[in-house]
């Protein structure tokens, strides 16, 4: 399952409109590019751009990015809600795929 393995770092922002906020940093182990057109279908409000393969979202007032092997989550409170949300974006990958099953894709 995607997402099952990954390394958080939790940082402040040195510089941009977040500045001073924190950060998290999520290194992936697994390549998740292939499920970014998908989840830009699911995730309301996203922009996904498939030239550069970049997802961005906002959710509970904080900004996601996802890359091939990397979460970005700006203005995120502390460790525990970047786990959240990286539980959720889980959730709904584990849901789409039971879902692509069933219909035989």
């Known amino acids: 399952m995607l997402l099952q393995d990954y390394n958080l ?3 402040t922002c040195k510089e ?4 001073d906020s924190s950060c998290a940093i999520v290194e992936l ?3 998740i590019i292939s499920i970014l057109p998908h989840l830009s279908k ?10 550069v393969n ?5 959710r509970k007032g904080m900004n ?4 091939a092997r990397l979460i970005v989550i700006l203005n995120v409170k502390d460790e525990a809600a970047a786990r959240r949300a990286i539980d959720w ?3 709904i990958i584990l849901n789409a795929d039971e879902k692509n099953g069933e219909s035989g894709g």
């Open 89 to 91: 974006l889980k959730d």
């Open 29 to 31: 182990s697994d390549n």
């Open 64 to 67: 996601v990015a996802l890359y």
């Open 54 to 58: 970049i997802m961005s979202f906002c």
């Open 42 to 51: 699911i995730i309301k409000g996203c922009t996904y751009d498939p030239v």
């Open 9 to 11: 770092t939790m940082t």
């Open 16 to 19: 941009g409109p977040c500045k």
